[in-house]
């Protein structure tokens, strides 16, 4: 295994403690006393039992004071429009959210001014691909750490990111918004997923919905495991949120549904799931790319060859003999488009100009080849049967509540994916997350508004 060597040193245990000196037995106490039992050391969080450790090797670190924290993950100076307008609505939220947790470990340590902030640390851990084969994969993780006294975080927040193209967009190699997330108080989780990160060498299998959420989940025993060897202990009631928007919402419900269908007892034990907020996201793909079809200005194009080459990656006998080159027309491939998508070097907006530019429309049809739009091909079949398998709406029920919101006009994924979904877990757990306004009406603005309203913390 990659990192066994990481696992063996990870299982040794400490040296017990010596035992009493023993007593001369010639001299005995007229009373004898019965010897109080010695004091177990206190287990900083529950082991992870050893068919479950994940093996893991922690790479990076960095500390940041609590003000510094807010101004590092929300960095008004980013040229980007877009991003430059969550963060001025972001980092207050978090700044805020920084001083009621101050308080909290005021109190705790009994100290005027407690010393505390934030560790930021990059994993790389095992899990496997769509084959069964090990591939190491890396996530980031964030938690608030108080300094010589006892502060335990309410459990660990499992954050699922949107669609992103170039590497350099994934969790563990920029600065991102929804870090701020870790100011509530949870150990802040952020897989890159397969494809990004350390594995940015492998295809990443977009929206494959148990691949993706198989890898979350080792991520998260990873951190558990982590945690342990470090002694940094969660509150003994801790709990799992679990949180994403866009393709990080399909990616959060994927987690929701492994967790109650997937997993073992005692993995649910280790990860005991509290809820699951939805936002903006593709939970039936072959409904998504049906709408993209009647779509006569295709907002988003760039998902076409994420799809393909994605199902591909996570189907390999469903797809064998395919090839994602099959489903687009000669122009597409001759524009590099493919290439562009598997390079991880440009971002989404570069792709979607790019598939634009080499088609010469803003319709998915004309885009596509006619074996991808005829259903007697094997192409046409074989995607359909990938995507049929990847829908997260269908023949389950959740246990555990969850929390959708979906902007109407949503320009990028359909908000048909929503009511869908509400129909489809009608007499489960599932609402829509109350007072949900979106910053803007549109995709990212929906986003904006789910994440502003979670900084305000998760609704019981």
């Known amino acids: 295994m990659i990192l066994a060597a990481a696992v063996a040193a990870a299982g040794c245990q400490k040296d017990p403690l010596p035992g009493p000196e023993p007593v001369d037995p010639v001299v005995e106490p007229e009373d004898p006393v019965e010897p109080e039992e010695p004091e177990e050391p206190e287990e900083p969080e529950k082991p992870v039992p050893a068919d479950l450790r994940v093996a893991y090797e922690a790479k990076d670190s960095t500390y940041f004071g609590r003000t510094a924290f807010a101004e590092w993950a929300y960095d008004l100076k980013d040229p980007d429009m877009t991003t ?10 978090c700044k805020d959210n920084n001083e009621k947790l101050h308080l909290r470990m005021k109190d705790e340590s009994g100290a005027g001014s407690p010393e505390w902030g934030y560790w930021d640390y990059i994993l790389h851990y095992e899990s496997t691909d769509a084959r069964g084969e090990t591939v190491l994969l890396s996530e ?10 006892g502060h335990r975080a309410k459990g660990l927040l499992l954050v699922n990111h949107p669609t992103i193209c170039a590497n350099a967009e994934c969790p563990t190699e920029k600065k991102d918004y929804l870090f701020g997330l870790a100011s509530l108080d949870y150990v802040a989780v952020f897989p890159d997923l397969q494809g990004f990160g350390v594995s940015r060498d492998r295809v990443h299998p977009y929206l494959c919905a148990e691949q993706t959420a198989r890898n979350s989940v080792d991520g998260l025993l990873a951190v558990l495991h982590f945690l342990r060897d470090r002694e940094i202990a969660l509150q003994e009631d801790r709990e799992l949120m679990n949180v994403g928007y866009s393709q990080g919402g399909a990616s959060a419900l994927a ?31 072959e409904l998504t790319m049906k709408v993209y079809q009647e779509t006569e200005d295709l907002a988003y194009p760039c998902a076409l060859p994420l799809i393909i080459i994605g199902m591909k990656e996570g189907f390999p006998e469903l797809m064998a003999g395919i090839e994602p080159e099959d489903y687009f027309t000669e122009k597409v491939v001759k524009g590099n488009v493919l290439d562009w998508t598997r390079d991880k070097e440009h971002t989404a907006a570069e792709i979607t100009s790019r598939i634009r530019g080499a088609s010469g429309t803003h319709q998915m049809a004309g885009m596509l080849s006619d074996k991808m739009v005829d259903p007697a091909s094997k192409e046409y079949k074989a995607l359909a049967a990938a995507m049929k398998a990847n829908n997260l709406i269908t023949g389950w029920t959740p246990v555990h509540p969850v929390h959708l919101c979906h902007v109407p006009k949503d320009e990028v994924v359909p908000y048909a994916n929503a009511e869908k979904a509400m129909e489809s877990f009608a007499g489960g757990p599932v609402s829509w997350i109350a007072n949900f306004t979106p910053l803007m009406p549109s995709h990212v603005g929906g986003a904006a508004g789910m994440y502003l309203q979670l900084l305000d913390g998760f609704s019981e």
């Open 84 to 93: 430059r307008t969550f963060n001025m609505f972001l980092q207050p939220k």
């Open 140 to 149: 980031r993780v964030i938690f608030p750490a108080g300094s010589d006294f």
């Open 255 to 285: 987690a929701h549904k492994y967790l109650e269908n997937n997993c073992s007892e005692e993995e649910k034990a280790l990860l005991p799931l509290k809820a699951s907020y939805c936002g903006g996201g593709p939970y039936d793909l």
